[in-house]
């Protein structure tokens, strides 16, 4: 089996439009947590405005199928003029340390 990945995807939502930007966002998720693979995939406001994605999926397949799936798509559509700058997207690798429920996601 795979190891899982995690993934993180910054949102900077363009002056006046955050409410927009998270309201376009919840379909999204309410999708893609049917997909395969999907372990979590949940938003956060973080203190400088922007909205982070924080992903887990089984394996880099199966993200990669999500990427070019049908939720992502109507996504990327809904957010068109709603971000000031590009969808910042990194894939994380863990350092495991401490517990092995507690030192990864």
Not at 41 to 56: L, N, Q, R, T
């Amino acid at each position: 089996m795979a190891d899982p990945i995690v993934v993180t995807a910054l949102f900077f939502p363009a002056e006046g439009c955050h409410d927009q930007v998270v309201e376009a966002l919840k379909p999204a998720i309410a999708a893609v947590h049917q997909e395969p693979g999907c372990i979590l995939y949940a938003i956060h406001d973080a203190p400088d405005g922007s909205i982070v994605m924080i992903e887990k999926w089984e394996s880099a397949e199966l993200l990669d199928e999500h990427g070019q799936g049908a939720a992502v798509a109507e996504l990327n559509l809904s957010l068109e003029g709603l971000l000031a700058q590009p969808v910042d997207v990194t894939r994380l690798v863990p350092i495991l340390a401490g517990t092995e429920i507690q030192g990864a996601l």
